[in-house]
């Protein structure tokens, strides 16, 4: 029996974890973003945890368009205010009409969520007209090589990596290799990316990191904090069951040394 923690969703959490980036991006349609921030109420609860801020300007963002007799075009003058918490592990982004959420140093998921629950809660306390029509929730889990690798995860990803480890020759050199499938889950998206990424592809793959990367997308419309708070926490329980789909007893003890 393995000792496992519980998060706000009932989902499992570990002692360790090999979680290089979180990231969750919130979408409204009303209001631009800035807005809030003009918002003293909402302001005050973004100094709070993230106490670090400045503002760039992307010089070319291409503009989305949802009517099909618009044309799409590009906003030369799009600011991004990016706010820091106290030990810079967290940012806080505010672009245009999205809100981004981003962890390099991922402890557990109350932790992650409550830097920026008290704010979308203000939001709508604050906006009660404010609807989002996109929660992203994203997971990259890096597994730096060992012996052990394939041992770490479920049949089907075990005989992936045998494949393509032992496909490497003196002509075949392996540069990248993703394995990725989209699954539909009660109205969202989620997507699942695995293999051996390269970050200095097309170069040949020398670090055998192992990514495994899970994706979840929801474009239905919300119109309250509740439902947002609970797509949030539902799109957390998936992810956690999907990498629970994937992953072996022997990384399961592994993340709970």
Do not use: W
């Amino acid at each position: 029996m393995f000792f496992r923690e519980v998060n706000m969703d009932n989902s499992i959490h570990y002692k360790r974890n090999n979680i290089s980036n979180v990231i969750l991006q919130i979408e409204f349609l009303k209001n631009e973003t800035l807005s809030f921030i003009d918002n003293s109420k909402i302001y005050a609860m973004i100094l709070e945890n993230f106490p670090t801020q400045n503002i760039d300007t992307i010089d070319e963002v291409e503009v989305r368009v949802n009517n099909p007799q618009e044309v799409p075009g590009v906003d030369k003058h799009q600011y991004i205010r990016k706010s820091f918490s106290k030990d810079y592990s967290c940012k806080l982004s505010v672009l245009k009409k999205m809100i981004s959420l981003e962890s390099n140093n991922y402890i557990d998921f109350n932790s992650f969520y409550g830097n920026i629950q008290g704010i979308l809660k203000t939001i709508f306390e604050e906006f009660p007209n404010e609807q989002t029509i996109r929660i992203g929730l994203r997971f990259i889990n890096m597994f730096p090589y060992d012996k052990n690798l394939k041992s770490y995860f479920n049949e089907h990803i075990k005989n992936y990596i045998s494949f393509y480890l032992n496909e490497k020759s003196a002509e075949n050199k392996l540069s990248r290799t993703m394995n990725r499938a989209e699954f539909l889950n009660q109205g969202k998206r989620i997507v699942l990316q695995y293999g051996f990424f390269n970050p200095s592809y097309p170069a040949i793959l020398t670090k055998e990191d192992f990514v495994l990367d899970i994706d979840s997308i929801n474009t239905s419309v919300f119109g309250s904090y509740e439902d947002v708070n609970a797509a949030i926490l539902q799109a957390h329980f998936s992810i956690c069951e999907l990498f629970e789909n994937c992953i072996s007893d022997r990384l399961r003890g592994k993340l709970n040394e």
